[in-house]
């Protein structure tokens, strides 16, 4: 049987792109000895100029150009890489491992260029777990018709009437659904139509943040659970059959440990969700948030972000469990329709 090796390669010893990237077999020997730039230290042009390559290696041992499958460009932050060299509506066992593989190491993953159907879109995101469905959204449109398990986001109006939700204005940090008491654990959006510009989607790396925090911060915090507000989502508006409440202590929400462990990585990661109305249990609320605020802080930093500038065609998948995101606000007369899935927990938020 051939077998499959996961592998860093330097692009100097790397011949092609895509599905038909090509190992230099003479100097594969010396391939394997090589180092790659360490992360945080390397250049730009250092990060380049490498990869990761999922490469089949046949019973000889040589490398067959033609068998080659998936390359993973890590973005060089903490968090983020493209995947290239796959059809995400032909995808192998192997590259489906390798896909798996580079989202536990990278938390989200972008794959540029598809064209997918919603059926491919389904199909596709069924391969990590049962779907769920999408919040019903303000204007009280729930979903696309014959495919419950897709969300539109879009600012598009048709005969007077949103087809999508969140609009053209800004959509702060959050996680996504976190005020339920079981969240999903991934989302995936798809383009279909994006602005010329703006619009962007950014991401922070929420292990990353933890990591960073002050041994006496991580102390304070430690045990303490968090009530995830379900009165407003990230664009801001109320959510369609809730009341307008601004009071945190009294707002409706499920309560999560403020610090999670990742239940396939094992790392910590703070779980924030959103700000809005959120409040840390038994602590009075003024001290809750400054708590809040100060975490906020730390999270959010830029250091610990990458952010996707869309192209019709891409296709973002994001772990919920251990990051957040946001979009820059964009002209409300552009058209801006996205695809949404959104996959089951198994487990819910633990620490």
Not at 32 to 53: D, E, F, I
Request: glycine letters at 8%; proline letters at 7%.
């Amino acid at each position: 049987m051939d077998g499959f090796v996961y592998m860093e390669v330097g692009l100097d010893r790397v011949r092609g792109s895509g599905k038909h990237l090509q190992a230099d077999s003479t100097r594969h020997s010396s391939v394997r000895g090589v180092s790659p730039p360490k992360r945080g230290t390397a250049t730009q042009g250092h990060l380049l100029n490498w990869v990761h390559c999922l490469i089949r290696l046949p019973k000889m041992n040589s490398i067959t150009p033609s068998e080659s499958a998936i390359t993973v460009f890590p973005s060089g932050r903490p968090l983020g890489a493209e995947i290239r060299g796959v059809d995400l509506r032909a995808v192998t066992d192997a590259d489906f491992a390798a896909i798996q593989k580079a989202w536990n190491d990278h938390s989200v993953l972008l794959f540029r260029g598809q064209q997918l159907t919603d059926d491919d879109l389904i199909a596709f995101s069924r391969r990590f777990g049962d779907l769920d469905w999408p919040p019903i959204q303000e204007t009280g449109r729930r979903f696309v018709e014959g495919y419950p398990e897709i969300y539109v986001v879009s600012n598009v109006i048709v005969n007077g009437e949103p087809i999508g939700s969140l609009g053209a204005g800004e959509a702060t940090w959050h996680t996504d659904m976190s005020y339920l008491e079981d969240p999903p654990k991934a989302s995936m959006l798809y383009a279909l139509e994006v602005p010329p510009s703006a619009g962007n989607t950014y991401f922070c790396g929420m292990c990353h943040a933890y990591d960073s925090l002050p041994d006496a911060l991580k102390r304070r915090i430690e045990g303490r659970l968090l009530k995830h507000d379900g009165t407003y989502n990230s664009g801001g508006f109320v959510r369609q059959g809730v009341t307008a409440v601004d009071d945190p202590v009294t707002s409706p929400g499920a309560y999560h440990p403020l610090v999670c462990t990742h239940p396939e990585t094992k790392r910590r990661a703070l779980y924030l969700g959103r700000r809005r109305n959120a409040y840390v249990q038994g602590l009075p609320l003024a001290e809750s948030e400054a708590l809040l605020d100060e975490l906020w802080s730390i999270a959010t930093r830029e250091e610990f972000t990458w952010h996707n500038e869309w192209q019709v065609g891409d296709v973002v998948l994001w772990d919920n469990r251990c990051t957040m995101h946001r979009r820059d606000p964009f002209d409300p007369n552009s058209r801006r329709i996205l695809h949404r899935t959104q996959v089951k927990g198994e487990t819910r938020p633990t620490a």
